[in-house]
Antibody, heavy 116, light 108 residues
Framework: QVQLQESGPGLVKPSETLSLTCTVSGGSMSNYYWTWIRQPPGKRLEWIGNVYYSGSTNYNPSLESRLTISIDTSKNQFSLRLTSVTAADAAVYYC??????????WGQGTLVTVSS | EIVLTQSPGTLSLSPGETATLSCRASQSVRSNYLAWYQRKPGQAPKILIYGASNRAIGIPDRLSGSGSGTDFTLTISRLEPEDFAVYYCQQYGSSPLTFGGGTKVEIK
């Protein structure tokens, strides 16, 4: 099984851009869907979107206008970029892998706070 | 989007008892693409069941999933100390993927 590790700033200012990277180790990124999921404090888990190893993406319509998910298989990484963040974007962000749309291999998660 | 409603919110049981968790979808889940996850404090969710009734690798047969369409159930027989956690259902048949609000199984 692959291992996933999120990295990126833990604090982002309102209206700025949140950028996170997930590094995949212990296996190839090929033929997998790579997903971002988040959980704001006290709220349910929210699927953000995914990227296939080929680069094709699928986004949650609620975030699509602000969201970019990309992949760099040469570095075994995929990334999330969310623009114009507000307090509502504060959450634990998870990167997850799966051979299908089912997210079944999770990173430990990283807490992102939005504050000036 | 499909809204998943889990019940009860909290289940208070003793070790050895059976837990029955419900997940109801606002519309039919395509191909019964319904998964269950377990999460313990400070840890990431761990997949237990996929396709409504298929156990993930390493999951004991004390845990079983059932249901179809809009009504799904996770049953945990003979509760062991490591089973006390929060459980989430998730549908992955339609985009956007959605999660239930969770059921906490706590020690009575």
């Amino acid at each position: 099984q692959v291992q996933l590790q999120e990295s990126g700033p833990g604090l982002v200012k309102p209206s700025e851009t949140l950028s996170l990277t997930c590094t995949v180790s212990g296996g190839s990124m090929s033929n997998y869907y790579w997903t971002w999921i988040r959980q704001p404090p006290g709220k349910r888990l929210e699927w953000i979107g995914n990227v296939y190893y080929s680069g094709s993406t699928n986004y949650n319509p609620s975030l699509e206008s602000r969201l970019t998910i990309s992949i760099d298989t040469s570095k075994n990484q995929f990334s999330l970029r969310l623009t114009s963040v507000t307090a509502a974007d504060a959450a634990v962000y998870y990167c997850v892998g799966g051979a299908t749309w089912l997210p079944d291999q999770w990173g430990q998660g990283t807490l992102v706070t939005v504050s000036s | 989007e499909i809204v998943l409603t889990q019940s009860p919110g909290t289940l208070s049981l003793s070790p050895g008892e059976t837990a029955t968790l419900s997940c109801r979808a606002s519309q039919s889940v395509r191909s019964n693409y319904l998964a269950w996850y377990q999460r313990k404090p400070g840890q990431a969710p761990k997949i237990l069941i996929y396709g409504a009734s298929n156990r993930a690798i390493g999951i004991p047969d004390r845990l079983s999933g059932s249901g179809s369409g809009t009504d799904f159930t996770l049953t945990i027989s003979r509760l062991e100390p490591e089973d006390f956690a929060v459980y989430y259902c998730q549908q992955y048949g339609s985009s956007p993927l959605t999660f239930g609000g969770g059921t906490k199984v706590e020690i009575k």
